[in-house]
C-alpha cells in the first residue's frame, strides 16, 4: 500500500508525467532543482512553462531564475514534437543548446541535460515507466544545465551547418 501511495504521489507532483499516458497536446515543464532549497524531493520546487508553440526569449519572471542548481525536462506531445532549450537569452547559441526531437507519443523525461555526447544526434531508447524514446543534438557549454535562458518550439537550425537533421 505504501509503494501505490508513493507513486500516486509522485504521479501527481511531476503533473502525470509517466510514460503510460500518451501525451497529445505539447508542452514541456522545465523543472528547477536546488536540493538546498527543496530537498532530495527534486519536484517539490516551481517550473517553467512552454504552452505549445509559444516560444520563450527568456523567463526572467520565473520565481526560481536566480535560484542556485539545476534544470530538468518534462516533455510532452506527439512524436516529432521538437524543441530546443538554449544557454543563453533570445535563443542565442554561443551559451550551448539542446534539441530534443521526441519519436513516440509517450512523456519524455531528461533528467540531467549535460549527459549527452557533443555536436552529434543521439538516439535514446524508452525506458519503461520513466520515458518515451526521444533524439537530442547537444552544444555544450560549462553548467549548461544550470543555466538554460530561452526555449523554442520546431526546427529552426537551417542557419547552423554543423547541425543535421536527427536520426530516424
Not at 509517466?18 to 505539447?26: E, I, N, T, Y
Not at 526531437?101 to 520513466?130: C, H, S, Y
Not at 543534438?137 to 526555449?151: E, T
Request: charged content about 20%; hydrophobic content about 40%; overall charge positive.
Amino acid at each position: 500500500m505504501k509503494s501505490f501511495i508513493h507513486w500516486t504521489l509522485v504521479a501527481l507532483l511531476t503533473g502525470f508525467s509517466f510514460p503510460a499516458f500518451a501525451s497529445p497536446a505539447a508542452e514541456l515543464n522545465l523543472w528547477k532543482h536546488d536540493p538546498f532549497l527543496y530537498g532530495p524531493c527534486g519536484h517539490c520546487g516551481n517550473f517553467v512553462q512552454f504552452k505549445a508553440n509559444k516560444n520563450r526569449e527568456e523567463f526572467k519572471d520565473f520565481n526560481l531564475y536566480t535560484q542556485t542548481g539545476y534544470y530538468s525536462v518534462v516533455l510532452y506531445g506527439p512524436a516529432n514534437t521538437t524543441m530546443t532549450l538554449f544557454g543563453e537569452e533570445n535563443y542565442r547559441t554561443d551559451k550551448g543548446f539542446l534539441i530534443i526531437v521526441k519519436k513516440d507519443d509517450t512523456v519524455v523525461q531528461i533528467e540531467n541535460l549535460d549527459e549527452f555526447p557533443p555536436g552529434k544526434w543521439v538516439d535514446v531508447k524508452a525506458q519503461k515507466r520513466w520515458s518515451g524514446a526521444y533524439s537530442v543534438y547537444f552544444q555544450p557549454y560549462p553548467l549548461f544545465k544550470n543555466n538554460v535562458r530561452s526555449g523554442k518550439w520546431g526546427k529552426w537550425w537551417k542557419a547552423l551547418p554543423n547541425v543535421p537533421d536527427p536520426v530516424s
